[in-house]
């Protein structure tokens, strides 16, 4: 097995927020990631506003979500089993080109004209496979690149590249998207895992060894018989649950939020999916500064409660203005309740246990969250009325984390 943490060295010059930087593996991670993920985020909105275009259908919006969320679903769990057994940085080269390769083909039948939504069905549920081994891989890796003493500065940092990346990729994209149109994003997405792939190759890491082979079904059975029998680890997926199957409901509906409930086109969406991201770069650079000397416990208790709360103002608003600043701060609380739920989770589990239970970590995040999307999205098209949806949904779900944290009190001492 390798040994955790890449060799660090020592860096006055190096603010207190960046100390994961001291570890060379992760510096190259970082820089690859950052301009890879700001691809991602023009291709995710491009792709939104190219269903919507084409459909005009909020239940499409949300089956195009549950699509890239079935396979996460299904293959999540045995994917943790893959990772703790295999080189996570070989897994991560094998997703990345792999989502590189999605990437070309979508802008090829996009700039052809030849694009039909099966095709965005087929590639989305493709991508989808593809996370599924990715994410958890991806969570896994940080503690092998920084150890435990800097990780959750680097959860932290992760967090403000993905966000940063948050803000300016849709900002992008809605300008391109307004102005030549959605193939050019899907392009640029595919040149920007050049660099990610380019990272993975730079790192020096000690020779990888298997652990001792064991029954697949075996070990899945280990990692949630740990789940169950960890009462801590259990309250905190259970609250993330909560927030990612019926707070995040939004995210696929953003389209239509954009043009028939704030009455503004791709530049709008660009904004709102902007304004989310500076909320939750600053969650994640507050995290990365002050996250050791903050109370974990009770800041997540706060998060957690506060997002749904400002999920339902948001639907109730029909200001761009101040639909922005409501999402801005809805993204400070989510990714302060992902982050930190994150750390904890890694900071309990066992090294042997940890590809297993991010898994399922995973899971919830990108497997629960797009199939509470299709979900709203049909009960929207339906009833006529996104915003009602969304508002109920996030009601539900600022009801069991109120039950979770009076069923889970200890979780305000972690």
């Given at each position: 097995m390798a040994v955790l943490g890449s060799p660090a060295v020592t860096d006055s010059r190096l603010p207190q927020f960046l100390r994961a930087l001291r570890h060379r593996n992760y510096r190259l991670f970082f820089i690859g990631q950052l301009i890879s993920l700001i691809g991602t985020?023009?291709?995710?909105?491009?792709?939104?506003?190219?269903?919507?275009?084409?459909?005009?259908?909020p239940a499409l919006l949300g089956l195009v979500a549950a699509a890239s969320s079935l396979p996460v679903l299904l293959f999540s769990l045995p994917a943790g089993t893959?990772?703790?057994?295999?080189?996570?940085?070989?897994?991560?080269?094998?997703?990345?080109?792999?989502?590189?390769?999605?990437?070309?083909?979508?802008?090829?039948?996009?700039?052809?004209?030849?694009?039909?939504?099966?095709?965005?069905?087929?590639?989305a549920m493709l991508l989808g496979f593809v996370n599924a081994f990715d994410a958890p891989t991806?969570?896994?890796?940080?503690?092998?690149?920084?150890?435990?003493?800097?990780?959750?500065?680097?959860?932290?940092?992760?967090?403000?590249?993905?966000?940063?990346?948050?803000?300016?990729?849709?900002?992008?994209?809605?300008?391109?998207?307004?102005?030549?149109?959605?193939?050019?994003?899907?392009?640029?997405?595919?040149?920007?895992?050049?660099?990610?792939?380019?990272?993975?190759?730079?790192?020096?890491?000690?020779?990888?060894?298997?652990?001792?082979?064991?029954?697949?079904?075996?070990?899945?059975k280990e990692g949630l018989r740990y789940i169950k029998q960890e009462r801590r680890v259990q309250a905190l997926l259970i609250q993330a649950m909560a927030i990612s199957l019926f707070c995040f409901v939004h995210i696929p509906l953003l389209p239509v939020f954009a043009r028939d409930v704030l009455g503004?086109?791709?530049?709008?969406?660009?904004?709102?999916?902007?304004?989310?991201?500076?909320?939750?770069?600053?969650?994640?650079?507050?995290?990365?500064q002050l996250g050791d000397k903050l109370p974990r416990g009770r800041l997540l208790m706060v998060a957690?409660?506060?997002?749904?709360?400002?999920?339902?103002?948001f639907t109730t608003t029909r200001q761009l203005p101040l639909a922005m600043a409501l999402i801005g701060v809805a993204g400070w609380a989510g990714v302060t309740t992902m982050a930190l739920t994150n750390t904890l989770i890694q900071a309990l589990v066992p090294d042997a246990l940890r590809g297993r239970v991010m898994s399922v970590f995973t899971l919830i995040l990108m497997g629960m969250s797009p199939m509470g999307g299709l979900v709203a999205g049909v009960l929207a098209e339906m009833i006529g009325s996104v915003p009602l949806v969304v508002a109920a949904s996030a009601v539900i779900g600022w009801v069991i984390i109120i039950v979770a944290n009076w069923r889970a009190p200890f979780l305000r001492q972690l």
């Amino acid at each position: 097995m390798a040994v955790l943490g890449s060799p660090a060295v020592t860096d006055s010059r190096l603010p207190q927020f960046l100390r994961a930087l001291r570890h060379r593996n992760y510096r190259l991670f970082f820089i690859g990631q950052l301009i890879s993920l700001i691809g991602t985020w023009m291709q995710s909105v491009a792709q939104g506003w190219l269903v919507l275009r084409l459909t005009d259908s909020p239940a499409l919006l949300g089956l195009v979500a549950a699509a890239s969320s079935l396979p996460v679903l299904l293959f999540s769990l045995p994917a943790g089993t893959v990772v703790d057994r295999v080189s996570k940085q070989k897994l991560l080269l094998a997703t990345q080109l792999a989502a590189m390769l999605l990437a070309i083909a979508l802008a090829v039948l996009t700039i052809s004209g030849l694009i039909q939504v099966w095709h965005i069905l087929v590639m989305a549920m493709l991508l989808g496979f593809v996370n599924a081994f990715d994410a958890p891989t991806r969570q896994s890796f940080t503690v092998e690149m920084v150890g435990r003493e800097d990780l959750l500065n680097a959860i932290a940092l992760n967090s403000s590249i993905f966000n940063a990346a948050r803000m300016i990729g849709p900002a992008v994209a809605g300008l391109l998207v307004a102005l030549i149109g959605e193939g050019p994003a899907f392009a640029l997405n595919a040149v920007s895992f050049v660099f990610v792939i380019a990272s993975l190759l730079m790192m020096r890491l000690p020779p990888f060894t298997a652990p001792k082979a064991s029954r697949s079904s075996d070990q899945l059975k280990e990692g949630l018989r740990y789940i169950k029998q960890e009462r801590r680890v259990q309250a905190l997926l259970i609250q993330a649950m909560a927030i990612s199957l019926f707070c995040f409901v939004h995210i696929p509906l953003l389209p239509v939020f954009a043009r028939d409930v704030l009455g503004t086109g791709a530049a709008g969406l660009g904004a709102l999916s902007s304004a989310s991201g500076l909320g939750a770069l600053a969650a994640a650079l507050i995290l990365a500064q002050l996250g050791d000397k903050l109370p974990r416990g009770r800041l997540l208790m706060v998060a957690a409660l506060l997002y749904p709360l400002l999920m339902i103002m948001f639907t109730t608003t029909r200001q761009l203005p101040l639909a922005m600043a409501l999402i801005g701060v809805a993204g400070w609380a989510g990714v302060t309740t992902m982050a930190l739920t994150n750390t904890l989770i890694q900071a309990l589990v066992p090294d042997a246990l940890r590809g297993r239970v991010m898994s399922v970590f995973t899971l919830i995040l990108m497997g629960m969250s797009p199939m509470g999307g299709l979900v709203a999205g049909v009960l929207a098209e339906m009833i006529g009325s996104v915003p009602l949806v969304v508002a109920a949904s996030a009601v539900i779900g600022w009801v069991i984390i109120i039950v979770a944290n009076w069923r889970a009190p200890f979780l305000r001492q972690l």
